[in-house]
């Protein structure tokens, strides 16, 4: 089956500076690649993807990028805010996205 | 708005005893799953269902079991738990053919 790794577990910036969290995927059928962020005592939620046919995807300050020959994807934060502070979690998934297997998380925190 | 919900959201018991967490959901979603969360372990699969009629094992199966009593409803239960179940348990709800999961707010079970 599927297997993802996440590096690094815990990632420590300033206020404004950027953020990288990596993730491999062993699997080379998977086509779908989710980032959730979860916040102390809270539920996870999603906050950006990217399919296989897309290399690179954005929003506002977050953006994804894919490296199929590779099997690895990664989340970059810009000007990182004490918000986002957070742990963050990287999946993958094939066979019509019906199941996620997930990477085992980064704690992001933010000094101000 | 529409939501998943979790019943508990925290529960004590004994090695031994059955247990049942329950989820709903009003999304009006057909796929439910339900997912273990460890520290530093990430989150896991247990068990999914497509429809009421379908129940697949998860990553993690052993020690559990399912059963979706309609579309919006899906328990997971312990039969005999043990201390090493002791964890956060979350429900979470898609509709096919679309990408996202969204998660229930969390049941913290400790098994003494």
């Known amino acids: 089956g599927e297997n993802v790794e996440q590096h690094p577990s815990t990632l420590s910036v300033q206020e404004g500076d950027s953020a990288v969290i990596k993730c491999t995927y062993s699997?080379?059928?998977?086509?779908?690649f989710p980032w959730y962020k979860q916040e102390l005592g809270k539920r996870p939620q999603l906050i950006i993807d990217i399919r296989s046919n897309v290399g690179e995807k954005k929003d506002q300050r977050i953006a994804v990028t894919l490296n199929k020959t590779a099997k690895h994807f990664s989340l970059h934060i810009t000007e990182t805010q004490p918000e986002d502070s957070a742990v963050y979690f990287c999946a993958a998934s094939n066979s019509g996205y019906s199941t996620l297997t997930f990477g085992k998380g980064t704690m992001l925190l933010v000094s101000p | 708005d529409a939501d998943v919900t979790q019943t508990p959201r925290n529960r004590i018991t004994k090695t031994g005893k059955r247990i049942m967490l329950e989820c709903s959901q009003t999304?009006?979603?057909?796929?439910m799953y339900w997912y273990r969360q460890d520290p530093g372990l990430g989150l896991r699969l247990i068990y999914y269902s497509f429809d009421v009629k379908d129940i697949n094992k998860g990553e993690i199966s052993d020690g559990y079991s399912v059963s979706r009593q309609a579309q919006a409803k899906f328990s997971l239960s312990l039969e005999s738990a043990i201390p090493n179940q002791t964890a956060l348990y979350f429900c979470?709800?898609?509709?096919?053919?679309?990408?996202?999961?969204?998660f229930g707010p969390g049941t913290r079970l400790t098994v003494l």
């Open positions: 999304k009006g979603h057909d796929r």
């Open positions: 979470a709800t898609r509709q096919g053919g679309y990408n996202e999961q969204f």
């Open positions: 699997d080379s059928a998977s086509n779908y």
